[in-house]
């Protein structure tokens, strides 16, 4: 590598010793995968409450007379307690805020008389919520037709700089059950691969593990099939259909010898993250960037006499150990790019030239 004039040599070694025992087959009990921790239950989702309502208690930095929707609302609100208050006299009013309420439902469902949390986010022209009390207010469902929950309660911010959004810590009591169906009519459930694991070896490897778990010694039962990269599904046998929830939970405990995962690499630009799989590699590359020339290859060369070996002020010295047609680990070049302070936002650039070039044997993710 050269940069402002100073050379400096990147031997690359291997960095991930703990990495491949952590991901062993013969590492303890303790760290073996379980079908859950890869896949959810069909039908399993988290749902979304939402309603319209009030916070009151504000020290004058509510909506204010000037926004007509908060004094019709509070009118409104006035009016089911037999308090008729025409609107005029309310113009004045500025310790009252609408606010959009929104409750997130967990992913298993809920019972009636469970409590959520809630948030509470400002509609009009109101300057802050501290200090508020949201009044009660019922949620209802995407459908708007059913009343689920009534939220209410002190409101407290989030984050100290958005004055006009808070929470409710478990603010909203539940009136109803949202119970989720995993079961069909035909007795199948279907396991659902994570997508960061979908893929069809892992969905045949889950449906054969499903299987031998069901058989008999000399009988095998077909009970599971792979249906694509992403699901399994699983016929309940007939005598665990009077407690499937049993077999349900057994089956997702099974423990699961996983297959060699997909070489991948995970950029985040907006907070500058890299994370990389054990398996990817790069190939022999030179990359100019920033005023920065990058060399990469494995084994490294042998000297000659017009090429031999030097020894230079600034190098970061790092022996790597000869691999018989492979090549150096993406990890490895980005450890020594740390190493030298570079940028994250230029290892970032450098990688995805790099992919670009086919020299990343691995698939290359972007979040933004």
Request: charged share 20%; no cysteine.
């Amino acid at each position: 590598m050269t940069r402002m004039g100073t050379t400096i040599r990147i031997t690359l070694r291997s960095a991930f010793l703990f990495a491949l025992a952590m991901w062993s087959p013969f590492a303890s009990d303790a760290l073996a995968t379980r079908v859950a921790d890869v896949t959810h239950l069909q039908g399993r989702r988290s749902n979304t409450l939402m309603g319209y309502g009030l916070v009151i208690g504000l020290s004058g930095t509510g909506d204010g007379g000037k926004y007509v929707a908060s004094i019709m609302q509070l009118q409104a609100m006035l009016a089911k307690f037999e308090i008729p208050v025409p609107a005029s006299a309310l113009t004045e009013t500025k310790n009252v805020a609408i606010v959009m309420i929104e409750a997130t439902l967990p992913d298993n469902g809920v019972r009636e008389g469970d409590r959520v949390d809630v948030r509470v986010n400002s509609t009009g022209s109101a300057k802050s919520l501290v200090g508020g009390y949201l009044v009660p207010t019922p949620l209802q469902g995407p459908g708007l037709d059913r009343v689920f929950a009534f939220a209410s309660g002190s409101v407290r911010l989030a984050d100290p700089k958005v004055k006009t959004s808070g929470l409710i810590t478990t603010g909203a009591t539940m009136e109803a059950d949202v119970i989720h169906g995993y079961i069909s009519d035909e007795w199948e459930f279907t396991l659902v691969l994570e997508d960061v694991h979908a893929s069809h070896a892992l969905s045949s490897v889950i449906a054969q593990l499903i299987n031998e778990y069901s058989s008999e010694v000399g009988q095998m039962r077909h009970v599971a099939r792979a249906a694509g990269p992403k699901n399994v599904i699983i016929t309940i046998p007939t005598e665990e259909r009077t407690n499937p929830s049993d077999f349900i939970g057994r089956v997702e405990g099974l423990e699961l010898l996983m297959p060699p995962s997909e070489a991948r690499v995970v950029i985040n630009r907006r907070t500058g993250t890299i994370v990389i799989s054990e398996s990817v590699e790069v190939g022999p590359a030179v990359i100019s960037h920033n005023g920065m020339s990058i060399t990469t290859q494995q084994p490294p060369p042998s000297p000659t006499p017009d090429v031999p070996l030097t020894k230079e002020e600034r190098a970061i010295g790092i022996d790597a150990p000869k691999r018989d047609n492979t090549g150096a680990k993406l990890q490895e070049l980005v450890d020594a790019l740390n190493q030298l302070n570079v940028p994250s936002k230029d290892i970032i650039e450098i990688i995805e030239n790099l992919h670009r070039l086919g020299k990343v044997t691995g698939k290359l993710v972007i979040v933004e």
